[in-house]
């Protein structure tokens, strides 16, 4: 017998618009969701804040969003996040404190991206005094950015506003600001780069504990290189190296984490300097480069996918050891590791007084 009949053939047809009704709405959840595919991961705050942002953008057109999450930048392709090799710890975090208009209209030539956690505030005050002063370098426009993430315990979050708002060289992500998430404190050095200062002409990555040269980076290494610089890294060049499976060591890595039995050639995370065009490529690269916790290493990984080479600096420029204190050394130098506060200071007072007699 047909159940089309009697009392069940409305309920039939009522089944069958249901479905359709039903089918459209999927549909249309589909393809919002789809467009929004860098909240996928996130908080449902923020995909509310997204979605509030772009309706701003499109009443507002100068509107700027503060959300980290600008795929803005981005192809279309990289937007569907369906087939991508990738794992979540590379999702994009939003920023809690931006710098948004600190390239807004000039294009520096050297943006500091200098790794750091919310203790270090001594180490960030002698680098704002010495090397890492904006104006150091007469006629090179410097931008000096410290990279943070997010505490749970402490409070410090206060002091850390009051700090960005007194100096505007802070950026904060709202990842956990752990040793093992060092690569997402990169990867939004990477991002500010990207979005906020792409004009710039190189950037450097290094950490509060590395006193940096800035004289003799501009001066001798990035002054003479020919114009049209693009594609160029460099640093302390490790090439060869294989994953260290002693847990013991500061850069165990697992076999889960990472399989194969050699990295691709990086730059240690002490001191890299690279052209402004990178920091989109590498995010770009992170896409679909498996996360490693190792940041010099990932982004070793991220260059070769992009098939960048690194180009090996004149020798012993870049040092990821502590070079012992002289003024003609540190004169000719880059970089040294292993560096206090206290130290920052003097080395770069010396250096000022006898810039002239080595
Ligand atoms: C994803 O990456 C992992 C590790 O690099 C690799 O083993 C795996 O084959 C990749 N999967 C796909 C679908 O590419
Ligand atoms: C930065 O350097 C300039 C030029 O040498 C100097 O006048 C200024 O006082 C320095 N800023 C700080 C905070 O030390
Ligand atoms: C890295 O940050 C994320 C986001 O805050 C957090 O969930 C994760 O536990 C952190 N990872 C480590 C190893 O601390
Ligand atoms: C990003 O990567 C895709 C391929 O994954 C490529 O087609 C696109 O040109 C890249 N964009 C940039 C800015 O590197």
Known sequence: MSYCSGFFC????????????????????????????????????????????????????????ISGKENGELPPENEKSENKNTSTSTQSFTFIINEE???????????????????????????????????????????????????????????????????????????????????LKTLMGMRWVASYCSGTRFAMKTDSDVFVNTVHLIEKLLRPLPPSTQNYFTGCL??????????????????????????????????????????AKIVNASLTVKFIHLEDVYVGFCLNAKGVKIVPPPHSLFNIHKVPFSPCVYNKIITSHHISPHEHIIYWETLQEKENTC
């Open 10 to 65: 409305p309920m039939q047809r009522t089944k069958r618009n249901l479905f359709l009704v039903f089918a459209i709405f999927f549909t249309a959840i589909y393809l919002i969701s789809y467009s929004y595919n860098s909240a996928r991961l996130a908080k449902s705050d923020d995909r509310h804040m997204e979605s509030e942002a772009s309706l701003l953008k499109k009443v507002f057109p100068n509107f700027k969003q």
């Open 101 to 183: 208009e600190k390239c807004k209209d000039k294009a520096p030539f050297l943006v500091l991206l200098i790794s750091t956690t919310a203790a270090e505030l001594q180490h960030r005050n002698a680098i704002r005094k010495t090397w890492g002063n904006e104006t150091a370098v007469p006629g090179v426009d410097i931008v000096r950015l410290f990279l943070l993430g997010i505490k749970t315990q402490d409070a410090n979050e206060d002091l850390l506003l009051r700090e960005s708002e007194q100096y505007h060289d802070i950026i904060q992500q709202d990842f956990l600001d752990t040793y093992n998430n060092l690569t």
């Open 238 to 279: 490790m090439s060869g190296h294989r994953p260290i499976r002693n847990k013991a060591s500061k850069w165990y890595i697992s076999e889960e984490e990472f399989p194969g039995n050699r990295y691709h050639p990086f730059c240690s995370g002490t001191g890299y300097v690279f052209s402004g065009d990178l920091a």
